[in-house]
């Protein structure tokens, strides 16, 4: 991946991407920041006083509605995810990615659990992790063939089936 076909993919004059990104690590930094602003989209409208349980599933609803309407938006996620990882060294993208989904998806849980009194037999930060792998495993094999199985229901198994190791 280069500026030059990211400037062609977008349609826009490489001196335009080299004027608003001062090279490749500043453009996907710029990335990044957008898909994280973009996870209050998923998460803004949870029901946090209906309990642990209903705020982990709105969750999971509207990241698999994101999914099935814009399969292409995560597929460029996961691509800056491993190009972040492959570039750690130079990138500190990699650090940042997963504890932002963390942070805000944690705040979202443990609000949801507090306001209903509900105890989490598992901490926040290892509930909100494990119910990204779920997703993320679901979603690379929902995108590699949508029609091969029903994805959507073993993902909402496998979210339930963490629900029940949390206690909720």
């Not at 920041?33 to 349980?53: C, I, M, Q, T």
């Not at 990204?132 to 995108?143: T, V």
């Not at 199985?149 to 993902?155: G, Q, Y």
Request: proline share 5%.
């Amino acid at each position: 991946m280069t500026i030059r076909a990211i400037a062609k993919e977008a349609n826009a004059p490489l001196a335009t991407a080299h004027y608003c990104f001062s090279g490749k690590d500043e453009l996907m930094d710029a990335a990044a920041e957008a898909w994280l602003k973009n996870l209050s989209s998923f998460s803004g409208d949870v029901p946090v006083h209906l309990g642990l349980r209903k705020a982990v599933e709105q969750v999971a609803e509207g990241y698999w509605r994101a999914l099935e309407e814009e399969p292409a938006s995560l597929l460029a996620e996961i691509e800056l995810i491993l190009w972040a990882t492959r570039n750690a060294p130079v990138s500190p993208l990699a650090a940042k990615i997963y504890p932002a989904y963390e942070k805000e998806l944690g705040s979202i849980f443990s609000s949801a659990a507090n306001h209903s009194g509900e105890k989490c037999l598992i901490g926040f930060p290892t509930l909100v992790r494990s119910f990204l792998m779920i997703y993320d495993g679901a979603a690379i094999q929902y995108m590699t063939d949508p029609k091969a199985t029903d994805h959507r229901s073993m993902f909402f198994m496998l979210v339930d089936a963490l629900l029940i190791k949390a206690g909720a």
